[in-house]
Nanobody
Framework: QVQLVESGGGLVQAGGSLRLSCAAS?????????MGWYRQTPGKQRELVAT???????NYADSVKGRFTISRDNIKKTVDLQMNSLTPEDTAVYYC????????????WGQGTQVTVSS
């Protein structure tokens, strides 16, 4: 059974930092083409925050560039999101994602972790 388990969410004041971590089970981490973080607020579509490929190419949403950093640990099979200079607009449920574009294709999601930034 595929599992993506997020941790590290919580409540933080504006200007503060949080670090999210996603642990992937089985071979999902090593053979996914990209791992990433997305976020969603009530009434809005889920949006990309940051992705990192197996080749360690990173992509960020414009709204988080310079503040968030995505990284991966191939030994621990984890993908982390370091979030600095948080603002109330960063408040959302953050989801870990694993995608594989080659056959067999997949698109797996974690259960989500709440991040709340108070002003």
């Amino acid at each position: 059974q595929v599992q993506l388990v997020e941790s590290g969410g919580g409540l933080v004041q504006a200007g503060g930092s949080l670090r999210l971590s996603c642990a992937a089970s089985g071979n999902i981490f090593s053979i996914s083409n990209a791992m990433g973080w997305y976020r969603q607020t009530p009434g809005k579509q889920r949006e990309l925050v940051a992705t990192i490929t197996s080749g360690v190419s990173r992509n960020y949403a414009d709204s988080v560039k310079g503040r968030f950093t995505i990284s991966r640990d191939n030994i621990k099979k984890t993908v982390d999101l370091q979030m600095n200079s948080l603002t109330p607009e960063d408040t959302a449920v953050y989801y870990c994602n694993a995608k594989r574009y080659l056959l067999p294709q997949w698109d797996y999601w974690g259960q989500g972790t709440q991040v709340t930034v108070s002003s």
